[in-house]
């Protein structure tokens, strides 16, 4: 069933949970342990129950979710989603159940514009495994596989060509699923439009990659609700929303045998973590940041900023700091002390004070670490 037009907004986090020790997203587990696809529905299961606690009810599924499902290499994989059938209804129904929205961002190596004709073939075939999963599931058309132009290939209005020349190769199910994002470096909201007005393919909004690409200086709220239309009536839109991070990075650098004879390990004007020591062979250097990265949280100023820019305009909102369901944790309560009325539109109150304090509380007496490892549509760092 669509989501009825006055249900709250939901907010969501991909893949990881970090606020609760012990939950997988899915069987890491190596070919040769014979990993599968039921295993891995057992364990996001918990990940459901995890989230119905909390009350978030957005989340990204892990693309790795079928381990080696798509490997050409390795046939023995290539029938559990068939194989997972009872598995994948009944966790979708469970989804369903709980209002959970769910959705899949297929990884930087999924590619419909690949100048080589054999990854676009295996990207669509990857494409087609997480889209026949969502089918299998039961889900509506909320349940979206999100993916981005691309590379350019020295050729960036060749690649926007053939980017729609690999949509018309994807089977049906693919297309009803698969949604089209701007991203930070190569192709922007503008592209992503001239790509939609083409072929019809639904688009995702995200707030920072808007910020890092948009040389055609597009207006961000009619951007927004440029996006917002090309998805049918009846069927609620989601967009991604991240914060730059702002401190320095950290770089590790070899100091090389001749640097640490002459002594000079240090260039001129450059910044390290500490003091290098006689002898060392690395340093830390610390750099400004590079505002494509994801911060750990959400800057609730900015976002209500953003939010209050959207006034009336409904969407779902995949958060995608990289503290994940943490920072979720951590930005309800700050809506509700600091924006009220944005807090409001996510069905947060002054009723959930007491409960979101003590998420609060469990946070500062020692919450997981942010995750390192680069979210598959965060620029390079």
């Known amino acids: 069933m669509p989501t009825p037009p006055d249900h709250p907004l939901r907010l969501g986090f991909p893949v990881k949970v970090m606020g609760k020790p012990g ?29 119905a606690s909390e009350r978030l009810d957005m989340y990204r599924l892990s693309s790795d979710l079928a381990p080696y499902a798509t490997h050409p290499d390795m046939p023995q994989f290539h029938d559990m989603v068939r194989e997972s059938d009872a598995e994948l209804a009944a966790f979708g129904a469970k989804a369903r159940a709980l209002g959970i929205r769910l959705s899949f961002h297929p990884s930087q190596y999924v590619l419909l514009n690949s100048p080589d004709d054999a990854l676009t073939a295996k990207s669509i075939w990857d494409l087609s495994s997480q889209a026949e999963m969502l089918d299998r599931m039961g889900l509506d058309e909320e349940a979206v596989m999100v993916t981005h132009v691309g590379g350019v290939y020295d050729d960036h209005h060749a690649s926007r060509e053939r980017w729609l020349r690999g949509w018309e190769r994807c089977p049906e199910h693919v297309r009803q699923r698969l949604v089209l994002e701007n991203d930070d470096l190569r192709f922007s909201a503008a592209d992503a439009l001239w790509i939609h007005e083409r072929c019809g393919v639904r688009l995702i909004f995200d707030y920072q990659h808007f910020w890092c690409l948009n040389p055609e200086g597009l207006d961000l709220r009619e951007t927004l609700e440029r996006f917002l239309r090309t998805w049918p009536t009846g069927v609620r839109p989601k967009i991604h929303f991240s914060s730059p991070r702002t401190e320095m ?22 910044l390290v973590k500490a003091p290098v020591k006689a002898g060392a062979r690395i340093k830390t250097v610390l750099r400004p940041p590079v505002w494509t990265g994801h911060a750990d949280f959400t800057n609730p100023f900015e976002f209500a900023t953003f939010m209050r820019t959207a006034e009336g305009l409904v969407f779902d909102v995949m ?16 809506l509700l002390r600091y924006a009220p ?29 942010a995750d390192e490892a680069p979210d598959v549509d965060e620029g390079e760092v």
Not at 319 to 334: I, T
Not at 344 to 349: D, K, L, Q
Request: hydrophobic content about 40%; charged content about 35%.
């Open 23 to 51: 939950l997988k997203s899915g069987d890491t587990r190596r070919w040769q342990a014979n990993p599968h696809l039921k295993c891995s529905l057992e364990q996001v299961d918990k990940v459901l129950d995890y989230l």
């Open 249 to 270: 990075r950290e770089v590790k650098q070899k100091i090389t045998a001749k640097q640490r004879a002459s002594g000079k390990t240090v260039r001129k004007g450059e």
């Open 319 to 334: 958060m995608e700091g990289k503290a994940k369901d943490v920072s979720l944790l951590k930005l309800r309560p700050d």
């Open 341 to 369: 009325d944005v807090a409001a539109r996510f069905g947060i109150t002054a009723a959930d004070a007491d409960a979101l304090a003590a998420d609060e509380a469990a946070l500062e007496s020692g919450g997981a670490a």
